[in-house]
């Protein structure tokens, strides 16, 4: 790929938008490919029954943060529970 690294985008000729486009292709898992790997991933830590697989399972956070309070993105919305 010779092209000069001065150049804007909207400067760029077709020819080198899809020979860049084919470039990242080639080394990088992009789109469909990328959200089916990311999805096995995860079915697979679910299926091994980890920790992090269990927290997928639960619709909790995976990565350590604290549920005493927030998480509300990742629990939904939130649940009242009636009192007797």
Request: glycine residues 8%; charged residues 35%; without cysteine.
């Amino acid at each position: 790929m010779d092209i000069s690294f001065d150049k804007r985008v909207h400067e760029l000729s077709e020819d080198e938008v899809s020979s860049i486009a084919k470039k990242i292709q080639q080394s990088y898992l992009v789109e469909g490919d990328l959200r089916k790997k990311v999805q096995m991933d995860i079915k697979s830590l679910m299926d091994l029954g980890n920790y992090r697989g269990i927290r997928h399972r639960k619709g909790l956070p995976v990565r350590g943060q604290t549920t005493k309070n927030n998480a509300r993105t990742r629990k939904g919305k939130k649940k009242t529970v009636g009192s007797k």
